[in-house]
């Protein structure tokens, strides 16, 4: 196998590692291209294990980044939210090694990028404490804590009530017939009380600079929304996945956005709107 075709081997892996890093998949890109630049620069022979030389090399390289992205998102302009995975290659699995959710990936980012490290690399992408501490230049048992703090933060953050496949797809009609028919009091039913809606226009498109909590405000939100912007046609509306969770792809007249819908037992907890038109550009 040549080298370029054992590091697209690995291609697949080493973006899904960068984009729960980073949280933004042209990123996740750019820093693997980076690691293939520094694996056709390597010794081979020296490389015993080539899919943990190149986790290390990824990891450190968004550890890098993770730096100043945190400078950047203190002057980001409303709520962040991650790029949108439309129709990922996830199946609905529950495992967390599967999770691309925007719930597990805010998460992530309020940690320190060394929990976020530790607890990625050893709970999802199964690497060991003794290859985490040479990515992270810690003892093992500083890894350990790393992760284990992360994980605590996971758990707390995860639902209370997992949905099943037959409830995510009830609420995902009832929510997309809710939208076209700018039917509020349906839409109130399927939102929990306690339910959040997050938008993210980065100060480039309309959306909500703050998350809005609670039911009621939000239907006035999505009904002021309506008000404004008229209600969505149905050939606009493209039913999807998003990050794994049931979603649309709203295509307007100044471009695409997303809406992601999280389930937790019979209800919609969250929904995730993405605007800005810099996360969006792989979906033109």
């Not at 290859?131 to 605590?152: K, T």
């Not at 995902?172 to 929990?192: E, I, K, N, R, Y």
Request: with cysteine; proline share 4%.
């Amino acid at each position: 196998m040549s080298d370029a075709a054992s590091f697209e081997s690995h291609r697949g892996f080493l973006v899904r590692l960068a984009y729960r890093m980073l949280g933004g998949l042209a990123e996740a890109e750019d820093v693997v291209q980076d690691a293939f630049l520094r694996w056709d620069a390597v010794d081979r022979a020296a490389v015993v294990e080539p899919r943990a030389f190149l986790a290390r090399t990824v990891s450190r390289l968004c550890l890098d980044r993770m730096k100043s992205a945190r400078a950047r998102r203190e002057q980001y302009v409303g709520t962040w939210l991650p790029e949108p995975l439309v129709d990922p290659a996830v199946t609905g699995s529950a495992e967390l090694a599967e999770d691309l959710s925007f719930a597990l990936l805010m998460t992530l980012e309020r940690l320190s990028p060394l929990e976020r490290a530790a607890f990625l690399l050893h709970d999802v992408f199964d690497m060991d404490y003794g290859d985490i501490a040479g990515v992270l230049d810690r003892s093992e048992a500083a890894c350990r804590q790393l992760a284990a703090r992360g994980r605590d933060h996971i758990r707390d953050e995860r639902p209370r009530f997992a949905a099943s496949e037959d409830a995510s797809a009830r609420l995902s009609d009832a929510f997309h017939t809710a939208m076209l028919q700018g039917d509020v009091a349906a839409l109130a039913q399927l939102l929990a009380e306690d339910a959040v809606f997050y938008s993210d226009g980065g100060g480039k498109k309309l959306a909500a600079l703050n998350p809005i909590y609670g039911r009621d405000k939000i239907v006035r939100f999505m009904l002021g929304l309506a008000g404004k912007r008229g209600l969505p046609s149905a050939e606009l509306i493209t039913r999807t996945r998003i990050n794994g969770n049931p979603g649309f792809l709203l295509h307007e007249g100044d471009g695409v956005s997303t809406v992601a819908l999280e389930v937790s037992g019979e209800h919609i907890v969250a929904i995730y709107a993405v605007r800005n038109p810099d996360k969006l550009r792989h979906l033109a």
